[in-house]
């Protein structure tokens, strides 16, 4: 079972970024996907919520509005579309399910 992120990096406020995760070893159809971040200094929070079907979405209040969570089963990948990026923003960005995580993305957005 393998979750691996790309997509992060450095962007201004106001921009966008695209993070992507890529799952592989299970069936990434049935199950649950989520997005966390963890800022330098603070403990990880839940960002967003997406279940298998993509039908029931949740967000976190600090980013609904400016983000979108999407999932596509047949390539086995979830997305996080960031706009209008905000200082506060930056973090290590983890696509998660279950108990199971990725190793990260940095995301630095700059004022």
């Known amino acids: 079972v393998q979750l691996v992120e790309s997509g992060g990096g450095l962007a201004q406020a106001g921009e966008s970024l695209e993070l992507s995760c890529a799952a592989s070893?299970?069936?990434?159809?049935?199950?649950?996907m989520n997005w966390h971040r963890q800022a330098p200094g603070k403990e990880r929070e839940w960002v967003a919520s997406?279940?298998?079907?993509?039908?029931?979405?949740k967000y976190a209040d600090s980013v609904k509005g400016r983000f979108t969570i999407s999932r596509h089963n047949l390539k086995k990948t979830l997305s996080l579309q960031m706009n209008s990026l905000k200082p506060e923003d930056t973090a290590v960005y983890y696509c998660?399910?279950?108990?199971?995580w990725g190793q990260g993305t940095q995301v630095t957005v700059s004022s």
């Open positions: 997406i279940d298998s079907t993509g039908r029931i979405i």
């Open positions: 070893g299970f069936l990434f159809s049935l199950f649950p």
């Open positions: 998660n399910t279950r108990d199971t």
